[in-house]
């Protein structure tokens, strides 16, 4: 299993961009979630956002409002759509996978268990 994000870049703060992840190896169908973390310069890494397998997305307070989590089950591709980037938002931003029969679609554990290598945001001032 590979995930593979894309989109990161330097923006201005108030600027958007929009982060992708594909999934290959296996296809959207065998996870129950998805989410994309991200990790800001010698701080731990958060969860931004999540979205289920029906399509159900939860975010964290720091970015509800101005990100958008979303799916295209055809392309395996998982997105977020940042809007109203702060300079806070800079950090590595990371896409989480997990697939049915894991701990984490049992509810056992709140790790993922699959990530990608991550994409690097900017946003100055």
């Known amino acids: 299993v590979q995930l593979v994000e894309s989109g990161g870049g330097s923006v201005q703060a108030g600027g958007s961009l929009k982060l992708s992840c594909v999934v290959s190896g296996y296809t959207f169908f065998s996870t129950c979630g998805m989410g994309w973390y991200r990790q800001a310069p010698g701080k731990e890494r958060e969860l931004a956002s999540t979205?289920?397998?029906?399509?159900?997305?939860t975010y964290a307070d720091s970015v509800k409002g101005r990100f958008t989590i979303s799916q295209d089950h055809p392309k395996d591709t998982l997105y977020l759509k940042m809007n109203s980037l702060k300079t806070e938002g800079t950090a590595v931003y990371y896409c989480?996978?997990?697939?049915?029969?894991?701990?984490?679609?049992?509810?056992?554990?709140?790790?993922?268990?699959?990530w990608g290598q991550g994409t690097q945001v900017t946003v100055s001032s």
């Open positions: 979205i289920s397998s029906d399509g159900t997305a």
């Open positions: 989480a996978a997990a697939f049915y029969g894991s701990a984490y679609c049992s509810g056992t554990t709140a790790d993922f268990g699959f």
